[in-house]
C-alpha cells in the first residue's frame, strides 16, 4: 500500500502528529516564515463540518489576544476557497514536544499540583484579557520533559459573560452552567480545572449533569451528584488538598473560588506544605 503524502502549497509537510473531531494536525515547515509549525487542517465535505470552521476561527482569533508562554500561540488562519466557499481551513501553531496530562501518569502529588498552578495561572491570563476557556481537561494539557507544559484547543473559548446557544464541553469534565447553558465565567473554568484535578488525584471522574448512562435523572435534579472527596478515595491526599479540589467542582458557581487568582493562591500554599513536608522528611532521615 503506497504511503499516504498530503501536498499543500506554502507547505512541507513531515510527518501527520495526529488527528481530531473532522481534522488532522501535522508536522510541517511555514516556507512563507520559515518556521516548524504544528498545521491543523479540516476540510469542509458535510454541513456539521461547520461547526470545527467555527472552532479552528475562535482558536485563532482569542489566540491573538493572549500572551502567555503556557497557553499555545497560533500564527497564521489560511482559508482555501473554491467557488467562493471557504472549503478548507489551515491553522499553524507553536509546535510543543509534549504529552498530554492523560498520557503522564507517573507525576508524583507534588508535580500535580504544580502543573496545575501553571495550568491555572495560564487561565488566570485569559480571563485577563476578558476570556475563559471553557474546555479545560487533561487532552487539552500538555507537559513536556522540561516541565513546560501549554494549554491547547482554544476552540470552545468564549468572552466571559457569554450564554452559549448550545451545550458545549467534555462530558466528564463539563460546568453545570455550561449544561444547562447559564451565563459562563470565570468559575466555569475553574469547575473544568477542579474536575480535571480530580482525575488527575484519583483516576476518575467527578460525576457531572451529563450523566454516564441512560439515567437522566442526575441531569434533572443535580443535588444527586454524589462526588466521594480525594482523600476518601487515596489517603495519601491530605484533607486540604481534597478540600480545595471540592471547592472548585461545587454545583453551584457562588461556592466556588471566586477568581483564577484565589486558586492560584490556595495551590500555592498546597504546595508549599506539601513540599515543606517532604524537606523535614529528608532531615529526619539524615
Known sequence: MPK????????????RLGTGARSTIYLALDEETRQTVALKRAAFERPEDTRIFEQMETEYKVAQ???????RKCFRLIKLKKLLKVK???????MFDGQTLEESR?????????????????????????YIHCDIKPNNILI?????????????????GTIKPRIQGTPDYIAPEQVQRRRLDQRTDIFN????????????????LIPQTNDLSS????????????????RRIQPGISKFVMDCVQQSPSDRPATMNDVVSRLDLLIHSIFKDRINNQKDLT
Open 4 to 15: 499516504e503524502k498530503l501536498e499543500l502549497s506554502g507547505f512541507s509537510i513531515i510527518r
Open 65 to 71: 489576544e493572549i500572551d502567555h508562554p503556557s497557553v
Open 88 to 94: 478548507e481551513l489551515l491553522l499553524t501553531m507553536e
Open 106 to 130: 507517573s507525576l508524583s502529588l507534588g508535580d500535580v499540583l504544580l502543573v496545575f498552578r501553571m495550568v491555572a495561572t495560564a487561565l488566570n491570563a485569559m480571563h485577563q484579557a476578558g
Open 144 to 160: 513536556n520533559g522540561n516541565g513546560d507544559i501549554r494549554i491547547i484547543d482554544l476552540g470552545q473559548a468564549c468572552k466571559i
Open 193 to 208: 480545572l477542579g474536575a480535571t484535578m480530580y482525575w488527575a488525584l484519583t483516576g476518575r471522574n467527578v460525576p457531572t
Open 219 to 234: 441531569m434533572l435534579n443535580p443535588e444527586k451528584r454524589k462526588i466521594r472527596a480525594p482523600h476518601e478515595i487515596h
